[in-house]
């Protein structure tokens, strides 16, 4: 009688476990469904017109400067004026060429040779402060160089204005500058990351190289947010160049800021974008993956009882 309440027990507990995985196993199938059900594309789509329907405001200016960024273009100069600024600007470039040029030639030649001559930590006598006097003379005529071909460009520039099409080319070099600044920024970070990463760790090339591609996404925004305000102060001193008034000068500023703000996120937006729906591809690629390599284990475990139930059973030796 024990021995029948045994097997009777043992066979609900195997009954009950049994059961207990099914579910499990159904739940898992069920997950594993819909997560290959996502759509990547649609939910995209279905992101982007919840964002614009919550943040009509924010949609709007990120429009018009999108806007501003591909179709402005400047105001149209006379040919008196631009023979005027073309004149200028060649003898701004003859001053930066020339005298600028020939000037920080110097300066490098006078300060290998001062740095030649100071002693250890710092020592220096009578011919090196002699050498030290003369560099300081060079870099005063440096910077007078440079002011007479600032001062060129900046008479040059006064005779468009800021809202001619010069003025507006020389603000979609500066923010082109910028971005490529940001840019290479970080492709050193993330080159230098790459190198941390290879060193005493033992990881797959898949992973390691997911890693690299979210680090490089962190660099990049870091590497764009400040290019973008090195952008910003472009702009600025481009403003005071040109000589506008306050008044014009504040406008064109507004109005290349909503521009650089627009294009920066776009850009950002569309680097997440890529990564996130590249990463859901990736999901979806490893639960597919896991839903084969489990149908497996089952039809080999189903297999396995299989065999073990077609076995014979041991004889008593009684």
């Not at 149209?76 to 020939?102: C, I």
């Not at 099409?165 to 490529?180: H, I, K, L, M």
């Not at 990463?197 to 660099?219: C, H, P, W």
Request: charged share 20%.
């Amino acid at each position: 009688l024990a021995r029948q309440l045994v097997i009777v027990v043992g066979t609900s507990a195997g009954a009950a476990m049994a059961k207990v995985n099914h579910e499990v196993t159904i739940k898992q199938w069920e997950e594993m469904e819909k997560w290959e059900r996502i759509d990547v594309s649609a939910l995209a789509v279905s992101s982007v017109k919840g964002f614009v329907v919550r943040r009509p405001i924010v949609t709007g200016f990120w429009a018009f400067g999108m806007l501003l960024a591909v179709f402005a273009g400047g105001l149209p100069v006379d040919e008196a004026a631009q023979e005027a600024y073309s004149l200028m600007l060649q003898h701004a470039e003859v001053v930066d060429s020339r005298e600028l040029g020939r000037s920080e030639v110097e300066v490098k030649t006078l300060e290998d040779s001062y740095y030649r001559a100071r002693g250890w930590f710092g020592a220096c006598d009578d011919s090196c402060k002699q050498a030290e006097d003369k560099v300081q003379m060079a870099r005063v005529e440096v910077a007078r160089a440079r002011a007479r071909r600032d001062q060129a460009l900046s008479e040059a520039r006064r005779e468009v204005g800021i809202w001619s099409t010069f003025g507006v080319q020389d603000v979609r070099r500066s923010f082109w500058a910028a971005v490529q600044s940001g840019k290479d920024f970080a492709a050193r970070c993330t080159m230098y990351d790459a190198i941390f990463m290879s060193m005493g760790r033992d990881e797959t090339f898949t992973t390691m190289a997911v890693k690299l591609v979210l680090q490089y996404v962190i660099n990049l925004t870091m590497g764009l947010v400040g290019a973008f305000f090195y952008f910003v102060y472009n702009v600025y001193t481009l403003v005071m160049s040109y000589g506008a008034t306050v008044l014009s000068g504040f406008a064109f500023f507004l109005l290349a800021l909503v521009a650089g703000v627009a294009m920066i996120t776009s850009y950002l937006g569309m680097i997440y974008g890529v990564v996130a729906g590249g990463g859901m591809l990736m999901l979806q690629h490893a639960v597919r993956q896991a839903a084969i390599e489990s149908a497996q284990k089952e039809q080999m475990k189903a297999l396995g009882q299989a065999k073990k139930s077609r076995a014979p059973a041991p004889k008593c030796p009684v």
